[in-house]
């Protein structure tokens, strides 16, 4: 009988041990031996979560060494790594990569740089990276519904008129488009309006949504300027030309945008106040030309913008050329 219950005893005690020790896939902890259990099964955890981690630090290292030349700093640091996925099984590496816009002029190199840089890790098999962009952080003008999701706004600006600062403010906008962003042009200029002369939208009906201004729209960019409202010379004061300015800049809905780029009017008076005072600009871009002339008036653009806490960000020399030496003479020149 003693025997009965001793080997009765050490049945139970082998089962409890089977129990604890060897996990079933949803492990449960019972008794003084749950110690046991979870001590064995956060060591086993504590491996394979430091194998992870381990082969994290790997690929994290390979990518900080990819330096963003504008933040003059690498893209771990600047967490600009999200969602990084391995697979040990595949040696497939999958993250995202989030630039601070998308409109970045070296996506593709940073692209291709943390391609290159993680497959160099041996154990790595495949790459996928995504290149993506935050997202728009709120309005840089809060008093108005229309540009509440506008994130940054850019004055193209000229004290002259005639230098080409409408050209500049097309090829800009178009450029940032064509690199991702979604971009948006307000030809500020009232009196002579050049936006509906150089884009033509595709289609010209002016609509109103729930008493807003739909903008225009061609090849993905969105287009605002009286010129498509009123075709016909605009002969006003400039108190009236002022009000306008702000019924455009109150009414037009922009909608989710990276950048609007502002065709400014020539000068630095009512209605240039206005606008740098009514909406938020993030930077400036100021045209000009190789005359000084135009240089003087480039001067006195940037102290405005200085006045109303506006960065100059870009001077951009519109009409300069170069005149080719004769082949003869370059070819003197060359040996000389």
């Not at 590496?93 to 497959?119: M, S």
């Not at 935050?134 to 000229?158: D, R």
């Not at 409202?229 to 922009?254: C, D, E, H, K, Y």
Request: charged share 20%.
């Amino acid at each position: 009988m003693r025997d009965t219950l001793w080997l009765l005893v050490a049945a139970l005690c082998v089962t409890s041990i089977l129990t604890f020790v060897i996990p079933s896939h949803s492990p449960k902890y019972y008794g003084t031996n749950s110690v046991i259990a979870k001590d064995f099964l956060s060591s086993s955890s504590r491996l394979h979560m430091s194998n992870a981690v381990d082969i994290s630090d790997q690929v994290l290292e390979k990518l900080s060494t990819i330096i963003d030349p504008d933040l003059n700093a690498d893209i771990v640091s600047l967490g600009f790594i999200k969602d990084l996925v391995i697979s040990e099984e595949t040696g497939l590496v999958e993250f995202n990569v989030e630039l601070t816009t998308p409109a970045c002029p070296i996506k593709e190199q940073f692209r291709e740089d943390c391609y290159k840089n993680v497959k160099e890790l041996p154990w790595v098999k495949d790459v996928k990276v995504t290149m993506t962009a935050q997202e728009p952080k709120g309005s840089v003008f809060e008093g108005a519904t229309g540009m509440s999701q506008v994130s940054n706004i850019i004055a193209v600006s000229s004290c002259k008129g005639g230098v080409g600062k409408s050209t500049t403010a097309v090829n800009l906008a178009y450029t940032l488009a064509k690199q991702g962003a979604r971009v948006g042009i307000l030809d500020a200029d009232i009196y002579g309006p050049s936006l509906p002369i150089m884009v033509k939208p595709e289609s010209e009906l002016v609509e109103f949504i729930e008493n807003q201004i739909k903008p225009l729209e061609r090849d993905g960019v969105k287009l605002m300027s009286f010129g498509y409202v009123n075709p016909t010379t605009a002969i006003m004061r400039g108190a009236m030309v002022t009000q306008l300015i702000q019924q455009f800049v109150l009414l037009t809905s922009w909608g989710e945008l990276d950048y609007l780029v502002v065709d400014m009017p020539p000068g630095t008076g009512d209605i240039q106040l206005t606008l740098t005072q009514t909406m938020n600009i993030t930077a400036a871009v100021i045209v000009t030309t190789p005359q000084r002339l135009s240089f003087e008036d480039v001067v006195k653009g940037i102290d405005m913008f200085d006045t109303v806490n506006v960065p100059s960000v870009a001077v951009v020399e519109n009409m300069a050329s170069y005149q080719v030496p004769s082949v003869g003479a370059g070819l003197a020149a060359a040996r000389a």
